[in-house]
Nanobody
């Protein structure tokens, strides 16, 4: 069973950048597709981006395409989310998740981290 721990959240001004990290533990961590989701107060959790187990193929939500980049370093069992040109609407708790295949659907991802708060001030 893989376990996930996010880090790198914080407060940033609109237009700024942040990089989130997700450290995965477990021998099979590199065999999972990895995704990032976010949940703002009073809203449902939504898909942000995902990457295949060996990297390469990625999916992005239209709202972050061109501004966010997902990457992974399987040697370090770590997935990254580089967020540029952040907007106040991006304020949310960001969750890392592991799934058996690349997808946009929340239900595909069975394992979740505890979340990292990102606050974007205007």
């Amino acid at each position: 069973q893989v376990q996930l721990v996010e880090s790198g959240g914080g407060l940033v001004q609109a237009g700024g950048s942040l990089r989130l990290s997700c450290a995965a533990s477990g021998r099979t961590a590199s065999t999972y597709a990895m995704g990032w989701f976010r949940q703002a107060p009073g809203k449902e959790r939504e898909f942000v981006t995902a990457i295949r187990c060996r990297g390469g193929s990625t999916y992005y939500a239209d709202s972050v395409k061109g501004r966010f980049t997902i990457s992974r370093d399987n040697a370090k069992n770590t997935v990254y989310l580089q967020m540029n040109s952040l907007k106040p609407a991006g304020t949310a708790n960001y969750y890392c998740a592991a799934g058996r295949h690349l997808a946009r659907k929340l239900a595909v991802f069975a394992t979740w981290g505890q979340g990292a708060q990102v606050t974007v001030s205007s």
